[in-house]
């Protein structure tokens, strides 16, 4: 008698589906979304994340000739920072080609030209990246490892191509735990940002998926522990805002 194939599942948003259809969906919700994308960042967040994105790159630490790679870095926020700190070198990497081509054309429109000499945009996915072994000092993520499939493939890649003492950073939503916070929180995520979206991107799916992947993500002790698993030291992870996000930080040695 044939053995039946166990098909895994995953969260998409509060759904679960096949693994397999998840990347497609996630692309979709980024197809939708990527020519008004930075638009809504300022909306939802009130420009917060502008505040959380210069923090984020200050844990950086040292820029001059360091080489760094973005992932899911498709609208370029982090990589025009690294530009502007002294850092040179950047690639750039996102699975939706909607999202690096908006990236590349608004990078391109700040009249910088250390913007588009020193950032290279690449189609790729960070579960399986197509770079050698200890090829970047940095390697950041911003808004972007709780969309993938498997966390612990972008997180093993990440460790993959660092360069011996290089740094991994990860910004992400976390879990806000002061309760009063929480619920003026959720009410705002659950009852206007989808109503936002769909004024402003013409897709209140999308951004409903999108609040609801921010509440099915991982509490931050547990990335913690899942980035020292793979390998990492003196992983630490420091909230923002209440709680709203966190920056994880880890080295290998």
């Not at 050698?132 to 997180?155: K, M, P, Q, W």
Request: charged share 25%; net charge positive; proline share 2%.
């Amino acid at each position: 008698m044939p053995i039946a194939l166990v098909r895994m599942k995953t969260n998409f948003g509060f759904q679960k589906v096949k693994e397999e259809e998840k990347e497609p969906k996630v692309q979709e919700v980024f197809s939708n979304v990527a020519e008004r994308y930075d638009i809504m960042n300022d909306l939802m967040s009130f420009g917060l994340h502008r505040i959380w994105k210069d923090s984020f790159i200050k844990e950086v630490g040292s820029f001059d000739g360091k080489e760094l790679i973005d992932l899911a870095g498709g609208t370029g926020d982090i990589a025009r920072r690294f530009i502007d700190m002294g850092g040179k070198n950047v690639t750039v990497c996102d699975l939706n080609q909607n999202m690096l081509k908006n990236g590349k054309f608004n990078i391109g429109n700040k009249f910088n030209k250390r913007y588009t000499r020193d950032i290279k945009w690449v189609h790729a996915n960070a579960e399986e990246l197509p770079f050698a072994d200890e090829s970047f000092d940095y390697c950041t993520i911003s808004f972007g490892i709780r969309n993938v499939t498997h966390v612990n493939n972008v997180l093993e890649e990440s460790f993959r191509v660092l360069k011996p003492g290089g740094k991994f950073l990860c910004l992400e939503f976390s879990k806000v735990e002061n309760s009063f916070v929480s619920r003026i929180y959720d009410a705002y995520s659950f009852k206007f940002i989808p109503k936002i979206g769909k004024l402003v991107t013409h897709s209140e799916s999308s951004y409903r998926y999108l609040v609801e992947s921010i509440r099915q993500f991982y509490h931050p002790e547990e990335l913690a522990k899942m980035m020292r698993d793979v390998g990492y030291y003196s992983v630490n992870f420091r909230r923002l805002s209440f709680g709203v996000v966190a920056i994880h930080t880890g080295y290998k040695v």
